[in-house]
Every structure is written in C-alpha cells, then in structure tokens.
C-alpha cells in the first residue's frame, strides 16, 4: 500500500498522521490520535526522517513494530498504576499457564541462582538469600490477563530499577529479557523496567511467593498485561535486539501497555 508521502516532496502532515492512525490496532489508534500532534511526532516514531519514503515505509513496514514504537512513546513513565487497600486483595487469587497448575516448576532454592547476561558491569550469580536481603516494597495492584480475567493481589519485593543499579545494568539499553523455570519468556522497554512500580517480587499475600505464583520470584508489572509479568525467572538479559517472548511469538502485541 502506497504511504501518501511517498512522491509528495511536501506532504501534508494531517493526511500523514491519519494515514498512519489506520495502520494501527484500534486501542493503540485511539490513544495515538488523542495525542499526535504532528508531522515531529511521527519522525520521532518512525524513528527515520518521514520525507524520506523509502526508509519511511522499511521503518512502518513492521505493522506490530510500528505499533509498539507508538506505544514507548505514549506510554508515560511517570504514570502510576492504581493501588487498592487490602480489602480488595482476590481470594484467592487465579492462576494461569501455558500449562495446568500441578506443572508449574519445582524449582530448589538451596541451588538457585538468578543470572545475568549482556550489558551488566557486575554479572556475578545472585543467591535467594541475597536476594532476599534486598530492600523490600510492597504493592496491591491489579492484574489483568489478556485472556479476559482481572485480579487484585499483593506482592512484595524489590524495586527492579533498584535491582539493576545495583547490578550496574546500562539503562541506555533497548530490552531487558527474563528467561524462566519453564521455558517461559518475556521481555520489556526500558523504560517500563525502571518504572516506579515495576517489582522484583519475593512475596505474596506477604507470604513466600508460592510455587504457582512463581516461585522463587517473579517480576510485577502493573502497567502491562499479565503475560508481560513473568513468573520462575532464572535469567536476566539486559541488550539492544529484540528477543520477544513467548505469547510475542503466537502474535500477541510486544508492548502490551495498559
Ligand atoms: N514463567 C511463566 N510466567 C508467566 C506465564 C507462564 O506460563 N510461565 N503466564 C503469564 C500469564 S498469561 C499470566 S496471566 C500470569 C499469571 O500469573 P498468576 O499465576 O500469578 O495469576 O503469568 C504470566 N507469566
Ligand atoms: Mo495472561
């Protein structure tokens, strides 16, 4: 499909921008036409010079790119997901797999270790216990899956943007990937893994986060859907190319913002 720029050498911004909300799923085109501005805007997204059709069109090419690129920019890091007070904890609280419960992973916290690949300056292994020791936050957040179900949990531990200064993680880098117990996988922006309320979790219902919760921990999400919020991790990778994720490979959307 030709892009209305593409033999204008002075196009219209208006038409470029409507142009490019169709292109869109209809969530992400409802925020994008709230809040596009104008032809600045979509050089920025594109991340290439929109006057120049032919890198235009390579970078929108990637229809579900081309959304996620829309969804960084207007996802607000500032922007805090609502907490509730006790009483509206789910009990109890659902779970969900790629597999029924009793198949969740056994995993033994005496040999555990979490690990760190790529852009780290301190990529030593991190025991339970050290981990453990971390300073500790709690949130009740609200989780929702994509397969049509919502619940309010509670869930403690450590800020993840406290986690990787410690780890000395680059937050220049592109995406950070989690790798798990179960042959799950997922992987953030950065911006949303430095996020106030973005967790390292330990805990739930300040208990010892349970073994279908995700034992021995599990990253908490609140401004994402709950595929993004994986459970069981056992790898870390901080880098610049795009790993995806599991459900990401069957088509869900990468950024999957609330
Ligand atoms: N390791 C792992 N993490 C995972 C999943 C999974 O199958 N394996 N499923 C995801 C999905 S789709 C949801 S809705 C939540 C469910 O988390 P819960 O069991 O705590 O409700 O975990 C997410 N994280
Ligand atoms: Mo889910």
Same mark, same amino acid.
């Given at each position: 499909?030709?892009?209305?720029?593409?033999?204008?050498?002075?196009?219209?911004?208006?038409?470029?921008?409507?142009?490019?909300?169709?292109?869109?799923?209809?969530?992400?085109?409802?925020?994008?036409?709230?809040?596009?501005?104008?032809?600045?805007? /979509?050089?920025?997204?594109?991340?290439?010079?929109?006057?120049?059709?032919?890198?235009?069109?390579?970078?929108?090419?990637?229809?579900?790119?081309?959304?996620?690129?829309?969804?960084?920019? /207007?996802?607000?890091?500032?922007?805090?997901?609502?907490?509730?007070?006790?009483?509206?904890?789910?009990?109890?609280?659902?779970?969900?797999?790629?597999?029924?419960?009793?198949?969740?992973?056994?995993?033994?916290?005496?040999?555990?270790?979490?690990?760190?690949? !790529?852009?780290?300056?301190?990529?030593?292994?991190?025991?339970?216990?050290?981990?453990?020791?971390?300073?500790?936050?709690?949130?009740?957040?609200?989780?929702?899956?994509?397969?049509?179900?919502?619940?309010?949990?509670?869930? !403690? !531990?450590?800020?993840?943007?406290?986690?990787?200064?410690?780890?000395?993680?680059?937050?220049?880098?592109?995406?950070?990937?989690?790798?798990?117990?179960?042959?799950?996988?997922?992987?953030?922006?950065?911006?949303?893994?430095?996020?106030?309320?973005?967790?390292?979790?330990?805990?739930?219902?300040?208990?010892?986060?349970?073994?279908?919760? !995700?034992?021995?921990?599990?990253?908490?999400?609140?401004?994402? /859907?709950?595929?993004?919020?994986?459970?069981?991790?056992?790898?870390?990778?901080?880098?610049?190319?795009?790993?995806?994720?599991?459900?990401?490979?069957?088509?869900?959307?990468?950024?999957?913002?609330?």
């Amino acid at each position: 499909m030709p892009f209305p720029w593409r033999s204008e050498p002075h196009p219209d911004t208006t038409a470029i921008v409507q142009e490019s909300a169709r292109r869109l799923d209809l969530p992400t085109r409802r925020l994008f036409l709230k809040q596009a501005a104008g032809l600045g805007t /979509l050089t920025l997204l594109a991340g290439c010079d929109v006057v120049d059709g032919v890198s235009a069109e390579a970078a929108l090419g990637r229809m579900s790119d081309f959304n996620d690129r829309v969804q960084a920019w /207007l996802f607000d890091p500032h922007q805090l997901a609502r907490e509730y007070p006790g009483s509206a904890i789910t009990r109890p609280f659902p779970f969900n797999a790629f597999y029924p419960e009793g198949q969740s992973p056994e995993v033994d916290p005496e040999s555990y270790a979490l690990e760190l690949v !790529g852009l780290v300056e301190r990529p030593a292994p991190w025991s339970l216990r050290q981990l453990y020791a971390l300073p500790r936050v709690t949130q009740i957040t609200r989780h929702i899956c994509i397969e049509g179900w919502s619940a309010i949990g509670k869930w !403690g !531990g450590v800020r993840f943007s406290e986690f990787l200064t410690r780890i000395g993680a680059d937050t220049r880098a592109r995406y950070v990937t989690f790798r798990c117990a179960d042959g799950y996988a997922t992987s953030l922006d950065m911006a949303t893994s430095l996020h106030p309320q973005t967790q390292l979790t330990f805990w739930f219902d300040d208990a010892v986060l349970p073994r279908k919760y !995700g034992f021995p921990l599990k990253l908490r999400v609140p401004t994402k /859907l709950g595929f993004k919020n994986p459970k069981h991790i056992v790898e870390i990778e901080i880098g610049n190319d795009y790993t995806g994720g599991y459900w990401e490979t069957y088509g869900y959307n990468w950024f999957s913002g609330l």
